[in-house]
């Protein structure tokens, strides 16, 4: 039952999400993408490079539900950046493969500092554009976004620090959508799904973790051997 847990979870949500779609009388362009999101977040918790390339694609039929609830911020995301970053993420990932993952990296302290500084200037010039062009829920839609691009690019660069990160973009994406259902309860669909990725996004933290540290290992005893090679055989 153990090994089989992401599958009972998954099944339910599946069947939650359905029956909420059917519910709420949901088009069949916003209900898709949550199946093959539900996939997705199943492989980002197996810290797979293949969550990216199927993800990629599912940021088409994203753009298109966004647009429809006029989150011009979180549409704008998904085409312009989530589509190609995500597969740009997978072919750099499978470059640095080790199975079906990457080999991980660790940010140091001065780059996360810089990372907030900037991150801080371009939220500030987002939410100025953003609320000139009336988008709903401009704080959550602008924090929501602009976290997940700076996940992106964290994953991207295969650094660990996404993991966390996707914690904090998960938590907003929960208040984005229990904003958004007050008007449209139909999104209670989506806060499903925010709530199933937060299940996996944690899983995630644990697993890329375990495989950050035997990826250090391995490379310690690989450089131990060349170090105890080189000693041996002084020419």
Known sequence: MKK???YVVLGVVFVLVTAAAIWTQQPLYRYLPLCVSMVI?????????????LGSLN??????????LKVYGSAASAFLISFPMQMITFFMWRRRADGHSTILRQMKWRARLLTLAIFSIVWT??????????????VLDNTTTLLGVLVYILTMFSFIEYTY???VVNVFGILLQISLMKDNPGQITYLIMTLYSTIFAVRAIFRARALYKKQQEERK?????IEGHCKADPL
Do not use: D
């Not at 940021?59 to 429809?68: D, F, I, K």
């Not at 010039?125 to 401009?138: E, H, K, W």
């Not at 005893?221 to 051997?225: D, P």
């Open 4 to 6: 089989n847990w992401e």
């Open 41 to 53: 977040y199943l492989l980002q918790a197996h810290v797979s490079r293949y969550a990216y390339l």
């Open 125 to 138: 010039a987002l939410y100025l554009i953003l609320n000139a062009l009336g988008s709903a829920s401009v």
């Open 165 to 167: 990160l996707q914690i």
């Open 59 to 68: 940021s088409l039929l994203y753009t298109v539900v966004y647009l429809s």
């Open 221 to 225: 005893h690989e450089n131990s051997g």
